[in-house]
Each structure stands twice: as structure tokens, then as C-alpha cells.
């Protein structure tokens, strides 16, 4: 230690030099060597893997790759096995004779030149000038029918009030017009001709189309009201799946001819209406129209961008009817813009952290070498990230991260109360794709505190001596309080890589070396050095202001103290009930709820686009049926998958989310032993008995393909027509069958089995899978698929239940099988409920209860804050305890109160408030993760964790005898209150 002082007292410049020489490498490397980070897609990382269910995922879908034309099974193995039976079929295709067909004598080459070819150019006005061609359906209104691959608005009523009336048609065909007329719509829209764009699927046209209107806004009180009738007539038509997209062609039977007339009923209650107008249980609804669609002639796509930013606000509302809904294909897109533009309120932000500091400290050599010190740190974590731990991935979270770093080291460097401050601390991740986390701001800075305020008590000491021995005192003292901050931060990261969520798996590493040669050569050079300007201009005119906070800070600083050691229990009454009250709200109501959907939401919930996403994807069945998810019987249902032959693992790298490893085969898998046949045929039998078995009409041939191979086994042995002899794959064997009968008839049942006609047999995901390089063929993997009654839900809740009860059965089950059929496993559509699990399970709870009050949910985004939260909490309580602990009158418990306040109640404070700044400038953000980020900023700051600090010292303060672990500050040092900087 005493060598190292010197050599800081004596080189502080060689050491700058060194580190800066080092940080500069470190950050030119990688940004050079390795692609910049691409944010196309912020979801990518935001799920579980390592869980049960997720290797489960990973290896049916790995199975799935596998049975691709080109992976290492089949489906069919007799196409692979029998190459001299396709050699035959193939002698018996003769060559086609081309020289039959082509006239030889009458081929002129001469005319194969370029002036001939140059008169057959296209003449752009040929398609419409000569032949006058509209692009229309046959309806002669519409070009084609609507489809999910359009862009799309949803209507409401700003008062409520019915939309199925004429003043509401009448005012969404006007915002139809507006749209449709705006500048560049006709270069991204469907066209009927040149410069006229397609008629938009809308309620309004499709009455227009009924009633032989040619506009909507043409439309009359009785082509409504009629509409209106004919929708409740033929609605439960609809229902009960009679009606059909083509009803025209395929003339739909038993519905009557004014519900097939042009599909109008079909797509309007389809598309463009909610689900809550006319339900399929009449009781409970109304006939009251609250929200319609309206789908442009323009498909979802980049190229709708500029279209977008030119709708305006006058544009989205016309008398009581607003647009409250879009979907354009655009949200990536517009987050990756927005994720740029909105940087400017992270530089205000940190700029008005910079102005206050420099104003505290009075030092601009302390804010350059903090904005220098903040740009090391991101260099060396990013080069650390990329080059050292060779994580290729980089996620969203890690720009997260360095927002966070970025907006909290100034603030708790401004904090220290000292002219001479500049932290440097590097904490970066070693785990995926984790945070970024330059400095974790906040303990770079508490650190810097601490070594700054250790400096100016030992500067006091009448023995203060030379600048080795400051120096060298100065290290001795606080290595201990920084290493303590560093730990803490550093274990609230370390501890949630155990989470399986992989854009969690995030970890810090101090890089403490770093930390304790810049800042002391920093200070020490900040002591050295006379700048010759001496800013004195600036100095003279801050002067004043620094004189008044400086007055103001004292007498906050009293009074803190005061209200402490005069007011203990009332404080213990206040922040305790506090306390309880933020554990009913996080725990008992509203709770901390899980996330319920699968958007993972990248704007602020007001905007249109994540209106669409969260609040009317749902209200329209065409979205439902797409995506399976309701409760009702017009949709599919989770289906029951249970694998044999392949290990539920995944062996990929779980830092890289592209990586999902191999097939790993189950070596004693052995479908074709008598024994595993005969339990197979038992299991297919009582999956059909369960409760959570759905029964299907019409034949299920390869859902238990054992069933229908001890079927197809009941044939003939003599085909009574051919004579073939088709043994031994006949009614000559019973089930279970030998080895070598099941290997050898299996074959010939699947090739029989993929020549049934598509009416009764559509190839799928179920039955044997066959190893492609396997003589003779052989069964490496089994599929049985059923459907279950439980549809898909975002409830966490409904989906456990499934989940637990199907689990349940199958262990059971697998525990009563055959040696080759132990190792079945059950998976379904599974991956949402996997993330939502994994949320509950592995996220440390530690939470601010206001951050529920404001309705945050729990996924990844809210649990990398709830981690930050606890580093933050705790370091607070550190300063506090350290200071409180080294008090030099360690018996008077009291006094140590006062002295622990006075030392960190002004810096603290200071720290809060800055920080509680720079997260208020990023709440205008549209990004939802900026909003966040200065939302729990903000929180943070000002929550009771800020006041947990209070309670540590009312707790130490309120009886019993302390004794100090010793005098860290001269003897003569000044009063707690009167010694304030």
C-alpha cells in the first residue's frame, strides 16, 4: 500500500496516461473489429432457457427442423430405401421429344437483334390506355378481400354512442377520404388505375356495396338500419362456421342467398366489427357498436413510414368518432427511429447533471474528467463483453444498461461534496446478453465519495504530513467502505444470472484495479494543479450562487437531524406502517401481476400502435382465429404432444439466442419391442378417456399411428383382386407384433399411409420419425398429438392449471411404461407461460411498491429495474452505517446518529435529486423502456427506499450501547452539524 501511494503522489500523470492509453485501446478495438449492435429486434433474448419446459421447446422444434426434406429424419422412409423401385418407375418416363414440336426450317436467326428486341419495349401506358382494365373483385367494388397482411385503423366514439348509425358511417367515410387523399398514398396503395387507389374494407363501404351506393358517404338511415337487420339474421350462420371467405364458389348450403351476397355478412362480422356486437350468445350483448375496422388498400410494410408521419391529428378524428387504434407493420421500424430521436432528452438530462455538479463542486476539471471517466467505462465493458467473453449477442437491456450508468455516475459524483472528484469504476457483464453495466453508475460514484471524503478528513489532520502519507492514509481508509459498495451492486447483478430468463442472466464484475488507480491519480492531480486562467470569471460569478446552496444545505442538514433525533418514533410509526402498506400492494392487491400478453409493448401504452396491441387485437375475430387465443369453441385449442426418442435438451448456447443445439436421441428408446407396442396402444386409449382430451369428428390415422398400423394389419393376406401375397403384414399376426414383422410392415404402412387421399389424411407433426441414414429403416423418434378442450390464454393462471394436470398424467404414466418407453415427455404451446413462470420464479423480490401503483407488470424490462432497485437501496444504507460505525465517539449512539447524517445527509440528498431529475427528462419519451427507466428514477429517488436510510438510523438510534470499531477521523474534527462541507 505504501508503494503504491508513492508512486500515485509522485506519477498521478503516468497512471492517467496508462489508463486512458489502455480505455482508448479497449474502445477502438471492438468498434473496429466488431459489428455495431443491431436493435432490429428489442425481443430477441426475452425468454426462458435451461427450464424444463424450454428445453422441451427447444427440442421439439429442433425435431421439427429434423424432419424437413433436409434434415436427418423422415417421415416416409420408402422414397429413401427403395431406389431401384423408383429407377423402374422412372425407365417408364420416355424422353419428351422436343424436336417433334420445334420447326427448325423456320428459325431465323438474323432476327435476333437488338433493334428488334428494342420494339417490343414496354409502353407504361399500354395496360390502361389500350385495354382500359380495372383491377376489381367481382363485386366491382372492391380490388380483392380483405386480409391480415393490410394496414389497418380501429374506430371509436369519443362519447360512447352507437358507431352503427349514419352520422358515425358518415364521419369514418370522411376520415377515409382524409386518409386516403394524403400525399403519396397512391405510390404505396393498391390501384383500380393509374393514380386511384383501391376502395378500403370499411362497414361504411360495405353497406355502399349492399345497397348499390357508389360512396359511403351516399349511404341513407335505411341502408343502415337494413344492413343492420341483415347482420342479426345471418350472424349465427357465421357462428356455426356455415358461412366462409368464398361462399359465392362453393355456395354455401342452407344459408340463405342475402347472407352469401358478395360475403358482405361474413367479412364484416369477420373483420370489421367487434366481437361484442351481435355475440354468438345474444344474452349477452347488445347491438350497440363500440369499436370498427377499417383495412386500407395498403400492405403492412417499411414503406408505409412516411405515409404514417403524415397523418396528423386532425386526420384521426371527425365529430365524435377518433381513430383509437393502428396497425401498419411499422413498429419495429419506428422504434429504432424513435430509439435515436429521443436521445436528446438523455443528453439533457445529462447535461443538466453536469451544470449541477459542476455548480456543487465548482470544479469543470471534476465534470471533464466524469464525462471522460463515463466514456472509459462503456469502452472497457464493451470490449470485455465482445472480445473477452466473446458474447456476440448484444441486447437491448445492454443499451438499457448504459442509459442507467450514464444518467446515475454524475449525479452521485456531484454528491461527493468535494472539489476534487473523478471516478472511473468498471463493472461489466460476463453473462448473457446482460447489462452493460459501465460503472453501474451510482457505486463508481458512491466510491468516488467515499475516497473523496476520506481525503479532505485526513487533509484536516494536524499530522496530515506529506502528500505520500494523505495519499497512503486516504487509501487505507476507504479501500474497505468502496469495496463493500462494489460488492453489494455486484451481487444484486450476480444473483439474478441464476434467472433463466436470458435477457436477465446479467452479472457486473468490478474491475477494481481500475477504480483505485484512476480516482486517486485524478484527485491528486486536481490538488496539483494551478490552471493558469484560474476560471476566474466563472468563479466570481458562481460564487454567490454556491453561497446560498451552501447555506441552504446546511440548514436542511440540521433540521434532518433534528427530525430524526428528536421525532425517532414517529418516524418508526410512519415508515413502518409505510412499509406494511408496500407489502399489500405488492403481494395481496393490486399485486405485482405477470405479464399478459405476448407483445412485448416498446412504446408508451397511449400510443396507437400498442392500442392495437394490448387493448383491440382481441376484439376482432379474424386476429382470434389467427393466433388461437380465446375461450370460445370457434377457436383451436392447445394440442397435446408427447415425444419419444429424443431428449427434452438443449445444448445450445444459452448467450445466444440463433443457437438451439442438436437432436440428442434417447439411445434406449425401442418402439419396436413387443412389450413397448402393447403399452402404446393402452396409453393412446387412456389419453382419450382424460378430461382434458378434446374428441375430433372423422379419422385420426397417424395421431396414435399404432392404432391405425394394428389396423391396417387386419388385411388380407391374399389380395383378392391381384392375388398379391402380403405377408406377413396381415391378419396372419396379431398385436403386439414380433421385432422383425413390426420393423419390416411399419415401412409399408407409412408409404400406404402417405397415398390416402388428402380428404382423410393431411401429413403432420405425428407418428414415427425414421433415422435418414439408418439400413434397414428404423424408428429414432415418435410423435403422438392429440387436441385438448383448454384453449390458448394469456392467463397465467388457466395455463398452469393445464400444464400441471397434463404433467401430472404423463409422469404417472412414464413411470408405468417399458424400458424403451420411460422417457416420453409432454409439450404443448407453452413458450408464453414459460416466460411467465420463469418471471415469477427466479426474479428476487425486492420492489417499490409505487412502481405497482403505477400498474408495472412483471417482465424483463421491470425486472432488471427491481435488481437495480436493490443496489441502489442498499448502497444508501452503507454510507450511512460505515459513517455511523467510524464515528469517533463510538458510545454516544446518538451522537453517532447526528455525525453519520451530517457527514451523507447533503450529498445523498444531492445525489437523489440530480438523479430524480435526469429520470424526469426522459419521460416525455414514446419509448416505453426510456419512460421506464426515468419512471423508476424517479421512484427510486423518492420512495421509501430513499427513506430506508432514516429507519437505519432511528433503528441504531433508539436504545442499547454502541461501540465504535475506532477513530477514522482526527480528534479535533468538527461537531456533526457545524462540520457540514
Excluded at 402393447?678 to 393412446?684: D, E, I, P, Q, S
Amino acid at each position: 500500500m505504501g508503494r503504491f501511494a508513492r508512486i500515485v503522489a509522485h506519477h498521478p500523470y503516468v497512471i492517467l496516461v496508462a489508463v486512458t492509453v489502455f480505455s482508448t485501446t479497449c474502445l477502438v478495438i471492438p468498434l473496429t473489429t466488431k459489428k455495431l449492435p443491431n436493435f432490429s429486434d428489442p425481443q430477441l433474448g426475452f425468454e426462458a432457457r435451461g427450464t424444463v419446459i424450454a428445453q422441451r421447446l427447444t427440442a421439439w422444434n429442433n425435431l421439427l427442423e429434423a424432419t424437413r426434406p433436409s434434415g436427418n429424419l423422415l417421415v416416409n422412409p420408402i422414397e429413401q430405401h427403395t431406389p431401384v423401385a423408383s429407377n423402374e418407375i422412372l425407365n417408364h418416363i420416355k424422353p419428351f421429344p422436343i424436336s417433334k414440336y420445334v420447326n427448325h426450317s423456320k428459325m431465323n436467326k438474323d432476327t435476333d437483334e437488338w433493334h428488334t428486341l428494342n420494339d417490343l419495349e414496354f409502353d407504361e401506358e399500354e395496360g390502361w390506355d389500350h385495354h382500359g382494365h380495372q383491377h376489381l373483385a367481382s363485386d366491382g367494388f372492391f380490388c380483392t378481400i380483405p386480409s391480415p397482411q393490410y394496414s389497418r385503423v380501429v374506430f371509436g366514439s369519443s362519447d360512447g354512442s352507437d358507431l352503427f348509425s349514419l352520422d358515425a358511417i358518415h364521419a369514418i367515410c370522411q376520415i377515409e377520404h382524409n386518409m386516403m387523399k394524403l400525399p403519396g398514398a397512391v405510390n404505396i396503395c393498391e390501384t383500380i388505375s393509374p393514380g386511384e387507389c383501391c376502395q378500403p374494407w370499411s362497414l361504411g363501404n360495405y353497406i355502399a356495396l349492399l345497397h348499390n351506393r357508389t360512396s359511403c358517404f351516399h349511404v341513407t338511415e335505411e341502408d343502415v338500419n337494413m344492413t343492420k337487420t341483415l347482420l342479426k339474421q345471418c350472424s349465427h350462420y357465421y357462428y356455426n362456421l356455415q358461412l366462409s371467405p368464398d361462399c359465392e364458389e362453393k355456395f354455401c348450403q342452407q344459408v340463405p342467398t342475402q347472407c352469401t351476397l358478395h360475403n358482405a355478412v361474413y367479412h364484416i362480422l369477420d373483420y370489421l366489427v367487434d366481437i361484442d356486437f351481435l355475440p354468438e350468445n345474444k344474452s349477452t350483448g347488445n347491438n350497440s357498436l363500440k369499436n370498427t375496422l377499417m383495412m386500407l388498400p395498403i400492405a403492412q410494410s417499411v414503406a408505409t413510414l412516411q405515409y404514417y408521419r403524415l397523418l396528423d391529428v386532425d386526420f384521426l378524428c371527425y365529430g365524435n368518432v377518433k381513430i383509437t387504434a393502428m396497425e401498419f407493420g411499422l413498429k419495429i421500424t419506428l422504434f429504432n427511429e424513435c430509439l435515436i430521436e429521443d436521445t436528446w432528452l438523455i443528453g439533457a438530462g445529462g447535461m443538466f447533471i453536469l451544470l449541477s455538479m459542476w455548480l456543487y463542486t465548482s470544479s469543470l476539471f471534476v465534470t471533464l474528467m466524469t464525462v471522460i471517466a463515463i466514456i472509459f467505462s462503456l469502452g472497457i465493458s464493451y470490449f470485455m463483453y465482445t472480445l473477452l467473453f466473446e458474447l456476440n449477442f448484444f441486447p437491448f437491456m445492454n443499451l438499457l444498461a448504459s442509459i442507467v450508468a450514464v444518467e446515475s455516475v454524475v449525479p452521485r459524483i456531484a454528491a461527493g461534496g468535494y472539489h476534487h472528484i473523478s471516478p472511473l469504476k468498471i463493472e461489466t457483464v460476463y453473462g448473457f446478453p446482460g447489462l452493460l453495466t459501465s460503472s453501474s453508475g451510482r457505486i463508481g460514484a458512491d466510491d468516488a465519495f467515499i475516497f473523496c471524503k476520506v481525503w479532505q478528513c485526513a487533509k484536516t489532520e494536524k499530522d496530515n504530513g506529506t502528500l505520500v502519507k494523505l495519499v497512503h492514509d486516504t487509501l487505507k481508509h476507504a479501500t474497505l467502505s468502496m469495496f463493500v459498495t462494489t460488492l453489494t451492486t455486484a451481487a444484486a447483478f450476480y444473483a439474478s444470472y441464476v434467472s433463466s430468463i436470458t435477457a436477465i442472466g446479467t452479472a457486473t464484475l468490478a474491475n477494481f484495479a481500475i477504480m483505485v488507480t484512476w480516482l486517486p491519480a485524478s484527485v491528486v492531480v486536481s490538488e496539483r494543479w494551478n490552471c493558469p486562467f484560474q476560471w476566474m470569471t466563472w468563479d466570481n460569478t458562481l460564487r454567490p450562487v454556491r453561497n446560498v446552496t451552501n447555506r441552504v444545505r446546511v440548514s436542511l442538514d440540521r433540521c434532518l437531524v433534528l427530525s430524526v433525533t428528536r421525532l425517532r418514533y414517529m418516524w418508526l410509526v410512519i415508515l413502518g406502517s409505510l412499509a406494511v402498506a408496500s407489502t399489500v400492494v405488492i403481494f395481496y392487491h393490486p399485486r405485482l401481476k405477470l405479464p399478459d400478453t405476448k407483445n412485448f409493448q416498446l412504446f408508451d401504452s397511449s400510443h396507437l400502435f400498442e392500442q392495437y396491441d394490448m387493448v383491440y387485437k382481441d376484439m376482432f375475430w379474424f386476429e382470434r382465429l389467427q393466433k388461437g387465443g380465446s375461450d370460445t369453441s370457434m377457436n383451436t385449442k392447445l394440442p397435446l404432444r408427447f415425444v419419444w426418442g429424443i431428449l427434452p435438451m438443449d445444448d445450445g448456447n444459452y448467450l445466444d439466442p440463433s443457437s438451439r443445439g442438436t437432436l440428442v436421441y434417447d439411445s434406449s428408446f425401442d418402439m419396436a419391442a413387443p412389450e413397448s407396442q402393447k403399452w402404446l396402444l393402452k396409453f393412446c386409449h387412456r389419453l382419450r378417456n382424460q378430461p382434458f382430451y378434446q374428441p375430433v369428428l372423422g379419422p385420426l390415422l397417424p395421431n396414435c399411428f399404432m392404432e391405425s398400423f394394428s389396423s391396417w394389419m387386419q388385411r388380407r393376406c391374399i389380395d383378392p383382386i391381384d392375388n398379391l401375397n402380403r405377408t406377413p403384414c396381415c391378419e396372419t399376426y396379431n398385436a403386439p407384433y414380433k421385432r422383425e414383422v413390426f420393423q419390416y410392415c411399419i415401412v409399408l404402412a407409412i408409404a400406404d399411409l402417405y397415398e390416402t387421399p388428402a380428404e382423410y389424411f393431411m401429413p403432420g407433426v405425428a407418428g414415427p420419425k425414421f433415422c435418414r441414414d439408418s439400413h434397414p429403416p428404423r424408428i429414432c423418434a415418435l410423435v403422438v398429438e392429440y387436441d385438448s378442450n383448454h384453449p390458448f390464454s394469456m392467463s397465467y393462471k388457466d395455463i398452469d392449471k393445464f400444464y400441471k394436470q397434463v404433467e401430472m398424467w404423463t409422469k404417472k404414466q412414464m413411470s408405468k411404461a417399458p424400458e424403451g418407453m420411460q422417457h416420453g415427455w409432454f409439450i404443448s404451446d407453452l413458450e408464453f407461460y414459460d416466460l411467465q413462470h420463469t418471471l415469477s420464479q427466479d426474479t428476487l423480490v425486492a420492489i417499490v411498491a409505487i412502481l405497482v401503483l403505477l400498474n408495472w407488470k412483471l417482465n424483463v424490462l421491470e425486472s432488471i429495474a427491481i435488481s437495480v432497485a436493490i443496489g441502489l437501496a442498499v448502497d444508501f444504507s452503507l454510507h450511512y452505517s460505515v459513517h455511523y460505525r467510524i464515528c469517533p465517539e463510538g458510545d454516544d449512539r446518538e451522537y453517532a446518529v447526528s455525525y453519520a447524517i451530517s457527514r451523507m445527509g447533503g450529498p445523498t440528498a444531492m445525489a437523489a435529486l440530480t438523479t430524480a431529475a435526469a429520470g424526469a427528462f426522459m419521460l416525455p419519451s414514446s419509448i416505453l423502456a426510456y419512460m421506464q427507466i426515468g419512471i423508476f428514477l424517479v421512484v427510486v429517488m423518492a420512495s421509501p427506499l430513499q427513506l430506508q436510510k432514516i429507519m437505519c438510523r432511528i433503528f441504531s438510534g433508539t436504545g442499547g450501547k454502541f461501540v465504535g470499531t475506532g477513530r477514522s477521523v482526527p480528534e479535533d474534527s468538527p461537531s456533526p452539524v457545524s462540520g457540514i462541507q
